[in-house]
């Protein structure tokens, strides 16, 4: 039997486009990735778990997950404030900091990451003033959540931006003739339909920040049971070439954040399904 | 007085949108304000509803004889119809019509039966009660306006503000649901205006038509009065097609293009440039000169679809003239493109310029 995957069109090109498509996923990620299991297999199970079960990789886990998590939850909040703030109201100086944004972009992260220890450290700008307070940032898991969420900002803000640009502004007036105060509109109103690229911006600076290396590894400190990262890990891994131990570690966090993003994905279908039906 | 407007002016940055205007809507009437885009129409209607505010000290808003100017939209009890309907995309036809219900204060919101009975009873009123569960995208233009209409009627209005409301839908659509507004106003009587730039649609629907231009209201009156009796050139252009010819007035003479016919208007002391005025229905045509004021016209294009017979000519010097003639009388003629013939207008209205602009 024959299936029928596509409705003819007269425009051609999607045999073509879908080839190229699945050509270039496979040399750009899947074939790399596929590398990364085969090189875990020459691992036997005992050896594998314990690798991946072992206290130091555990703690790691725990802080690249955790810390990205809060990172990227404060960069929903705040991102899709920025966002808004640019998309909706027109005030000198708007250009640059739109501009602004997209400098974790460009900026080598490994800069970042000393910028940020200078600024955080005891002594720094902002430190200094954060010490007698008894909160320590660089140096400590907070540095961690402070640099994942400056490279993840863009990610919420730029996914953000053409939606609300999209977003009919009668909607609101609607809802406010209708006797709804500011914060119903907002609750029931605008974040019902900015939800699913919310949650689209939350998983991209996820992501991010699950991979994110040059920044941390200045600003954490990379104290063993504390501030190690995983990326760390890996990295150091890879120095004493246990090769086979460093894509172990890959390979749980690849499966945990492939999860994750799953997870998020059906979300966002999940609430995307009910209102966006096709035309009957 | 339902609806108040008392000297309000608005402008946007240098932009005079509106110019001291006053507007009476009396309770249970349903009034158009028909005008170009830009004229101010939407303006007005908007700081009506709140959701625009006039410039400071310029007037007042008194809704039922009470000053809502600084009052904010959500409490003036307006029910706001927009042109692309604005739904709330998410939300069921029911939740949609339900909004306004549920986002009262706990002590004035009705119980959850009461939402119910109540958004069915709007559905039946907008003929739609098959329609509670689906979501907007999967209704036809004509149907989300109406469960805007029923959205906005939920909660009771003072006063039903509709900002061209039928624009963004096909023609029959349009006609369709003008006859039921119509219909619906006359049940329920709610004190409702309309904004549009449909001329046929004011003069429909509206007991009282209102015409704005740049910011200023040009007449006030009924369909037949704005039709039949323009108060100036402005309405009469607008209101209804027209051939225009350029002229003068000469004390009791006007000589408008190849037309010289008696003015009777105001006598002016100068030679003054003015304009006349005729509508395509009240031209008729000879295949004769037959002594009355007329002039040479030759037969461009014959269009014999619809209820009358619409003929575009040219006179000698090149100026076009419509005209619309009954199927009878194009029949007896026997116009045929090409044939010259001559053109006699019945009513001609004149408009010499006016100092006021």
Known sequence: MKICFKQRSILPGFGLALGFTLVYLSLIALIPLLGLFLRTAELTWGQFWATVTDMRVLAAYRLSLGASLIAATINLLFGATVAWVLVRYRFPGRRLVDALIDLPFALPTAVAGISLTAIYAETGWIGRYLEPLNIKVAFAPLGVVV????????????????VLEDLDPEVEEAAASLGARRGQTVRRVILPELWPVLMTGFALAFARALGEYG????????????????????????????????????????SMSFILLLAINLLQWWSGQRHCVMQP | MSIEVQHISKHFGTFAALKDVSLNVATGELVALLGPSGSGKTTLLRIISGLEAPDQGSGQILLHDEDVTSRHVGTRRVGFVFQHYAL?????????????????PRKLRPARHQIREKVHELLKLVQLD???????????????????????????????????????????????????????????????????????????????????????IEQIGTPEEVFHHPANEFVMNFVGHVNVFHGRVEGDRAFLGPLEVEYSGQRHATTKPARGLIRPYDIDIE???????????????????????????????????HVELPHERFQALGLVVGKTVFVNPREINVFVDDERR
Do not use: C
């Open chain 2, 287 to 321: 295949t004769q000169a037959n002594g009355k004021p007329g002039f040479k016209a030759t037969v461009r294009h014959i269009n014999a679809a619809g209820p009358q017979v619409k003929i575009d000519l040219t006179t000698d010097s090149g100026e076009p003239v």
């Open chain 1, 147 to 162: 640099a994942l969420t400056f490279i993840g900002l863009p990610f919420v803000v730029r996914t953000l931006q053409p």
């Open chain 2, 130 to 216: 098959w329609l509670a569960d689906r979501y907007p995208a999967q209704l036809s233009g004509g149907q989300r306006q109406r469960i805007a209409l029923a959205r906005a009627l939920a909660i009771e209005p003072k006063v039903l503000l509709l900002d061209e409301p039928f624009g963004a839908l096909d023609a029959k659509t349009r006609q369709e649901l003008r006859r039921w507004l119509r219909r619906l106003h006359s049940e329920l009587h709610v004190t409702s205006v309309l904004v549009t730039h449909d001329q046929e649609e004011a003069l429909e629907v509206a007991d009282r038509v209102v015409i704005t231009n740049a910011g200023r």
């Open chain 2, 88 to 104: 709330f995309r998410h939300m069921t036809v029911f939740k949609n019509i339900a909004f306004g219900l549920q986002v009262r």
């Open chain 1, 215 to 254: 920044s941390i590894v200045f600003i954490s400190g990379n104290m063993p049971m504390r501030t190690e990262i995983v990326p760390l890990l890996i990295v150091m891994k890879l120095e004493q070439f246990d090769y086979a131990g460093a894509t172990a570690i890959a390979v749980v966090m690849l």
